[in-house]
């Protein structure tokens, strides 16, 4: 099988739809965002250094990203599906030089309106839950108790960087470098393109046989 990328802008449904692929194919998902986060809640030292940067939108350096995948992967075991990594052209050319090295791999773009998204990122709420994270929206999925995740119990949260203007921040590295990682995946010919308001699900179909045929 191969190794697997969802890119997406923030809000795209990156979430929603690793769940489904995951839920076909045996897969590990991988997401930066999550793992950075937990050492922020460890309060590890990486965790104290890049909690200003989170907060602000901005990314964290490359070295941290790739240390911190390869200390929470093994892909010569498993088979994964990265989610918010790579951002940019150079962390793509470090995911295949130093995390896949010559292992074959399957990109997907959740390609969506931005402005739409904007406004999706400030209605969402996250489960405090530690084991769970269920993402819900106070318009499109509501919790049926305000405020209260309907799986765990625990208390919903508004990410601490779910603000309007750490959003516009991350909309502006999104929308400065996603047009450099299509054309570099494009170039050697393992990008699927998805429209998030299309059928999800005749996609995960197409997904599974195009990541299972490892030519
Ligand atoms: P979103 O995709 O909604 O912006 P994520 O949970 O993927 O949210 O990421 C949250 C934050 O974590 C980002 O704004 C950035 O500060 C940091 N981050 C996540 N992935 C990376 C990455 N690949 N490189 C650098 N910083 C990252």
């Known amino acids: 099988m191969k190794q697997n990328v969802l890119l997406g802008a923030p809000g795209a449904g990156k979430g929603t739809l690793s769940q ?15 793992l950075l986060r937990q050492e922020i809640s460890n309060k590890s030292q990486l965790g104290c250094e890049i909690s200003e ?17 390869l200390a929470n992967t093994d892909l010569n075991s498993n088979t994964y599906l990265f989610d918010g990594f790579p951002r940019t052209l150079a962390q793509a050319k470090l995911l ?17 309106d931005l402005d739409f998204l904007k406004k999706r990122i400030l209605n969402r709420r996250t489960c405090s839950g530690r084991e ?28 601490k960087d779910d603000n309007p203007t750490t959003v516009n921040s ?9 047009d450099e990682l299509l054309s570099y995946y494009k170039c050697s010919n393992r990008l699927l393109e998805l ?5 999800l699900d005749d996609f995960v179909i197409n997904f599974k046989n195009k990541s299972m045929n490892c030519s």
């Open 132 to 159: 769970c994270g269920e993402i819900y929206n106070l318009v499109s999925k509501p919790s049926a108790i305000d405020g209260i995740c309907d799986l765990c119990g625990s208390i919903l949260e508004i990410r």
């Open 96 to 112: 295949d030089e130093k995390i896949f090295e010559k292992k074959s791999s399957l990109i997907v773009y959740l390609k969506a």
């Open 20 to 34: 489904k692929l995951m839920s076909v194919l045996p897969l590990k998902h991988i997401s930066t965002g999550d």
């Open 195 to 199: 429209d998030a308001q299309s059928n």
């Open 53 to 69: 940067i989170i907060s602000k939108g901005q990314l964290v350096d490359d070295d941290c990203v790739v240390r911190l995948i």
């Open 170 to 178: 991350r909309f502006k590295i999104f929308e400065e470098n996603i």
